[in-house]
């Protein structure tokens, strides 16, 4: 796999879980990244754990879960002094457990906002720079979660985020700035929870794939990171 040398990454939610994993993985290619957390102080964490890489860093706290909050992150990307070459979409809530005949509108916008809509807002503000620039990676993380209605609204709001990650990829083909979507795998993390199949280790060096595809690679296309386990880190 290629270094990403002085490429910047954003990573939304990457204070810990498949985030953190993934900002490890891209500074072990040489590449800097933009950790993003809700507080600065649930980022201390992977911030100690980048130093021993040697790359650049930057912080930038906020919340996904309105418009809002969204375009306070946009603004504090914005002002920072390098620009965006690879996004991860990562942060991400899942729904509440319930019969699918009682889930109300309330919860299904709840998890659309975090999982979708935020996605969305951030792919619209960083994309049309990755295009002018002649290069980005936009990876939209995704879920394999099927046959469990009782978790509808994240399984309805992942199936969009594919559905998105092919319009957007069509719309910007030719520019390399390739958009894919990315499978993580059910992982022992705070969202997949202690039975999941795999140790959040195990999401390297799969969840890298798309942001190390050569110019003009593969776009609007399905990966899965356990796929790769083979390559080892």
């Keep these: 796999m290629k270094l990403l040398e002085n490429k910047w990454a954003l990573i939304t939610g990457s204070s810990r879980g498949i985030g953190q994993q993934i900002a490890l993985g891209l500074a072990e290619r040489k590449c800097n990244i933009i950790v993003h957390a809700r507080k600065a102080e649930n980022a201390e964490r992977t911030l100690a754990l980048l130093k021993p890489s040697c790359v650049k860093t930057?912080?930038?706290t906020g919340v996904l879960d309105s418009h809002e909050g969204v375009e306070s992150i946009v603004r504090a990307v914005?002002?920072?002094?390098?620009?965006?070459?690879?996004?991860?979409?990562?942060a991400a809530i899942m729904s509440k457990w319930q019969p699918m005949w009682q889930i109300p509108q309330e919860e299904w916008l709840r998890v659309f906002q975090t999982n979708l809509f935020a996605m969305i807002q951030l792919c619209t503000a960083f994309a049309p720079g990755m295009k002018e620039r002649g290069f980005g990676r936009i990876i939209n993380v995704t879920s394999g979660i099927k046959d469990t209605p009782e978790l509808t609204p994240y399984s309805v709001s992942k199936a969009a985020v594919d559905k998105y990650s092919r319009d957007l990829a069509f719309e910007l083909r030719g520019s390399n700035v390739l958009v894919n979507y990315l499978d993580p795998g059910w992982l022992k993390t705070d969202l997949g929870g202690p039975n999941a199949d795999h140790e959040v280790e195990t999401v390297l060096p799969g969840a890298l794939v798309p942001a190390l595809l050569d110019d003009l690679g593969p776009t609007g296309q399905f990966y899965a990171a356990q796929d790769y386990s083979m390559l080892g880190k």
Excluded: F, M
Excluded at 78 to 90: A, F, H, Q, R, S
């Design 78 to 90: 914005n002002e920072l002094p390098d620009k965006v070459d690879i996004l991860y979409n990562n």
């Design 58 to 60: 930057h912080l930038v």
